[in-house]
């Protein structure tokens, strides 16, 4: 498979595995929402940031360092699941305090946190590291040309920011903040239990090898 065909290919699934449901999409819809536009965002840039990160990492081969070292990928799932666990706490405990929403919160909000949040999010979850990894194990030349390490980072970073930009923009404007500020605790609970679900079972599955 000539390189450049491989490079599209890797993206195409990269992008599959962010538009699938999981703990970066909940916490970046609740970010937009339940915050400002500004902060989804920031959390879009966080997402895209680790995906850069990621992407690195299986450039080094992270996939052939876990697969071989298994208490490694076991203590990276129970990481990740004690984080993803500990954030759900949080959304959990702030689901019943009332939030004001007006035109000045946008610009007051805290982007820099929400941006620091959406980059934790996306790296405590070692499943995405071990997804990128497979991937670029499976699809990418054993000795790709130099310039597919200058061109894939800049790619994944636009298509993890661009899709969760997209998600932000969407859960940002007018109605879908009305319906969140109207049902605000529901809406919170809810997200805190998936987030907490996904955490549990990351630690519950810990031992066990794959994706």
């Known amino acids: 498979m000539p390189a450049s065909t491989a490079i599209l290919t890797i993206l195409a699934a990269l992008l599959l ?17 339940g915050l400002s536009r500004g902060d989804g965002l920031a959390t879009a840039l966080g997402m895209g940031m680790g995906g850069v990160f990621f992407s690195g990492i299986a450039l080094l081969g992270l996939y052939t360092l876990l697969a071989t070292v298994e208490w490694l990928y076991v203590g990276l799932k129970v990481a990740g ?86 998600v932000a923009l969407c859960f940002s404007s007018k109605r879908p903040r009305e319906i ?21 079972r990351l630690i519950l599955n810990a031992h066990k090898v794959g994706i």
């Not at 595995?17 to 929402?33: D, E, K, L």
């Not at 969140?180 to 549990?200: C, E, N, S």
Request: net charge positive; glycine share 8%; hydrophobic share 50%.
């Open 180 to 200: 969140y500020l109207q049902w605000k605790a529901w809406i919170d609970r809810i997200a805190a239990t998936a987030v907490a679900a996904l955490g549990l």
């Open 81 to 166: 699941g004690v984080y993803l666990i500990y954030l759900a706490s949080k959304i959990w405990r702030g689901a019943a305090k009332p939030l004001a929403f007006n035109a000045a919160q946008a610009v007051s909000g805290n982007p820099r946190k929400s941006f620091w949040i959406g980059l934790s999010t996306q790296l405590s979850n070692p499943k995405t590291a071990v997804y990128y990894g497979s991937i670029f194990a499976a699809l990418l030349p054993q000795h790709p040309p130099l310039w597919c390490y200058f061109a894939l980072p800049p790619a994944i970073f636009t298509i993890e920011a661009g899709w969760y930009t997209i």
């Open 17 to 33: 595995g962010a538009m699938s449901p999981g703990p970066s999409f909940v916490i970046v819809a609740r970010n937009a929402i």
